[in-house]
């Protein structure tokens, strides 16, 4: 590897993320100075963690459900 930069493997196991996760940030451009050579990613050294954008709050849990009920609910008041 490049000397200053790391794998996409050495930057997961340094943040404690999963690869496909790193390389997911490296795609979306949310890893700065992150340079793609070929198939694989160069992420410098110094780089810091990226802050995680995934939805932990649980607001989204069933909520196809959640709107389904509410549909329901206007199409019978819509009817009566």
């Known amino acids: ?8 493997l050495e930057t997961a196991e340094k ?3 999963n690869r496909r ?3 997911i940030m490296c795609n979306d451009g949310r890893i700065e ?5 070929g198939n694989a990613w160069a992420i ?21 459900k959640k709107s389904q ?3 329901s609910d206007n199409n019978s008041v819509e009817e009566g």
């Open 69 to 71: 009920t509410k549909e």
């Open 15 to 17: 943040w404690d993320l």
């Open 33 to 37: 100075g992150a340079v793609k050579f």
């Open 44 to 64: 410098p050294e110094n780089t810091e963690k990226p802050v995680d954008n995934r939805i932990t709050s649980g607001n989204y849990k069933n909520w196809r």
């Open 21 to 23: 996760t790193v390389q």
């Open 1 to 8: 590897m490049i000397p200053g930069y790391m794998t996409v």
